[in-house]
């Protein structure tokens, strides 16, 4: 009997020393809390009495007081022109490329899948026919403004005169001077001795000119074969 009352007590005091424990933690969280509440409220208590900072108009603007805006550092007009100037520039570079002609269709309306009954409905007749002296078998039909020379009744060549002053390539009439047919074909592909040449596929232009002068002798329209 007295055993297992002893037992009793032995178990009732580990009940009571095991509730302490967990009181004594607790009151030691509490503890470490109530502190660190009471750091942060002094930290706090001391920024109040602190004066507020407030931005002054000058301050947001970034601006110097008493400053004039003749400080500012302003574009000159010049400057500004001259900007314009390069965007107009660019333009007018990207205007004059889409303008260039990508093919030959076409020298003063008779292209080179023309024969003779085609080029006598759009020219009529000529005003002589001969025999091309360099090529055997070619005839050339001479008009006032053009020369058509023919190889086995199709067209081998077309040539304009210096003198008739103005052409039309494909549907573009153009002066017959280097500067406009260059603003038309743009660069020259072969640059000779008696000329310019300009190439699209199989077609050619070519631009005779004087050696010394430069200045225009004909212009004529060919098949690549023919050269």
């Known amino acids: 009997m007295n055993v297992l009352m002893r037992e009793k007590e032995a178990q009732m005091l580990t009940h009571v020393t095991g509730y302490q424990r967990r009181f004594y933690r607790l009151a030691l ?36 007081e008493g400053s004039d805006d003749s400080s500012l550092p ?6 500004a022109a001259q900007e314009d100037a390069g965007t107009a520039s660019n333009l007018s570079q990207a205007v004059s490329s889409s303008s260039i002609l990508t093919s030959l269709v076409s020298l003063e309306g008779i292209s080179l899948e023309d024969n003779t009954a085609d080029v006598t409905a ?13 090529f055997i078998g070619e005839t050339i039909y001479q008009y006032p403004d053009v020369n058509v020379g023919f190889y086995e009744d199709v067209v081998a ?71």
């Open 157 to 227: 060549f077309v040539q304009v005169p210096a003198r008739a002053g103005r052409i039309q390539i494909n549907d573009q009439e153009i002066s017959l001077t280097l500067a406009d047919i260059k603003q038309l074909l743009g660069e020259p592909d072969f640059v000779a001795e008696d000329g310019v040449v300009f190439q699209r596929k199989e077609a050619l232009i070519k631009l005779f000119m004087q050696p010394d002068t430069q200045n225009p002798i004909s212009i004529d329209y060919y098949h690549l074969s023919s050269t």
């Open 29 to 64: 969280f509490a503890l470490v809390v109530t502190l660190i509440l009471l750091v942060l409220k002094g930290t706090s208590s001391g920024r109040i009495g602190e004066p507020e900072v407030v931005l002054s108009p000058a301050v947001i603007s970034m601006l110097p």
């Open 122 to 134: 759009k020219k009529g007749a000529p005003l002589t026919k001969v025999e091309d002296p360099q």
């Open 74 to 79: 302003v574009s000159p007009p010049k400057l």
